[in-house]
């Protein structure tokens, strides 16, 4: 496994007494009533013990979203607000059973209630309908969950098989090649899926209308080459996957007319070389599902495929993302150890393992969603411009 040592320094130890006393007064019964009583520390009292308590109930709340998606109940409030009863009837619930469900969910603002017994939707409800794939994300996590229920032991064994990865197929299968279609198809479906959001952030982060060819490595199937072709007409497209994942970018750049433009290769990019011929790499999500032994031959080699004027782009969900540090090392990091390959790395580990690969110039480019994707890229000879 990856060692990730962390760039935080160890307190001194003055600091340490001042946490270790922090930390008795808080598991104090007394300091709690106190503070909770006491008027100028109510307010913060109130906000923790909300915090603790989200903690503790989150897997209701998660819960209560998927009954949602399930049910479509997003997609039944989309045209305006309805009566209890016309949603039971839609979805086969009871009226009670409805009512309590709207009723929970408008607490986490995904629906609001519009009347003595109406709902429309809320802004969560709401943005979840244009975030593309999200639904299609809740229900994948099943999966997850089903992973997490003993915490412990998937904490303790990281051999044994999970859901995720035998969803997951590559990321255990020591010749992946060779997997068929059955257990390619899924993942790349729910790849494809949320990958609009995707294209769209790293289009924004890079600009590519100067670049000659593009090669998507671990590309899937197609669906952020056949983007970067709408958005760059000019731009030639190479897609590197799996074998069976290939048969399926062909089959999606050919109905997006991207036929004549784009060139599919089949291969394990664990064993096989990279094909030559773009100016520009791009490895979207791919990263963080391998330790860092395979990401710095995959580096290596996206290194060697590159002319001098070569880039590289890496687009994926990272760790010590300020204000957004649990979606990268408590979600992230769990999803991916329940997976049973790869990390989250900090956009450091990134540079780092670039660096070692031979690239230039290692950076972030702002994204407008950093808690959900990062972009870091690089050069071959340092004076490219993108
Ligand atoms: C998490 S998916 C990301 C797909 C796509 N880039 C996206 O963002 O939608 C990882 C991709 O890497 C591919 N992959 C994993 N291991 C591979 C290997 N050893 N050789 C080639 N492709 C591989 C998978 O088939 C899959 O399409």
Not at 18 to 31: G, K
Not at 176 to 184: H, K, R, S
């Amino acid at each position: 496994m990856d060692a990730a040592p962390h760039s935080v320094k160890r307190p001194s130890g003055l600091a340490e007494r001042w946490f270790a006393l922090r930390n008795r007064m808080l598991a104090s019964a007394r300091f709690q009533r106190l503070a909770a009583a006491f008027p100028p520390t109510r307010a913060l009292a109130r906000r923790r013990t909300r915090a603790l308590f989200d903690l503790v109930a989150g897997f209701v709340y998660s819960q209560i979203l998927l009954a949602c998606v399930r049910l479509k109940v997003f997609d039944l409030l989309a045209d305006g607000p309805q009566e209890v009863d016309a949603l039971a009837a839609r979805t086969g619930l009871s009226p009670d059973a409805m009512r309590r469900l709207l009723e929970a969910a408008a607490t986490l603002d995904l629906t609001e209630r519009r009347g003595p017994d109406r709902f429309g939707l809320g802004i969560h409800g709401a943005a979840l309908r244009g975030a593309g794939g999200l639904a299609e994300m809740i229900e994948h996590h099943t999966l997850l969950y089903a992973d997490l229920a003993d915490p412990v032991a998937l904490l303790a064994d990281r051999e044994k098989e999970t859901a995720l990865s035998r969803f997951w197929a590559y990321a255990r299968d020591p010749r992946p090649g060779t997997l068929p279609d059955a257990q390619v198809g899924a993942y790349s479906q729910l790849m494809a899926a949320t990958q609009a959001f995707v294209a769209h952030e790293v289009f924004s982060a890079v600009k590519l209308g100067r670049r000659r060819c593009l090669l998507d490595v671990g590309g899937g199937e197609g669906a952020f080459l056949a983007a970067a072709g709408a958005r760059f007409p000019k731009l030639s497209l190479m897609l590197f996957d799996l074998p069976a994942v290939v048969g399926r970018a062909e089959a999606r750049l050919a109905a997006a007319g991207l036929a004549d433009r784009a060139a599919v290769f089949g291969g394990d990019f664990r064993t096989d070389a990279l094909p030559p011929g773009a100016d520009t790499i791009s490895f979207v999500r791919v990263l963080h599902d391998h330790d860092d032994a395979t990401v710095l031959a995959l580096l290596k080699a996206a290194r060697q495929a590159l002319p001098p004027d070569g880039i590289v782009v890496v687009a994926e969900p990272m760790s010590d993302v300020p204000g957004g540090e649990p979606a990268g090392e408590a979600y992230f990091g769990f999803y991916l150890w329940a997976m049973k390959s790869g990390r989250p790395r900090p956009p450091e580990a990134l540079y780092a393992l670039l660096t070692a690969a031979g690239f230039a110039r290692p950076r972030l480019q702002p994204t407008k969603n950093p808690i959900l994707l990062q972009v870091v890229v690089a050069e071959v000879d340092g004076s490219s411009r993108i």
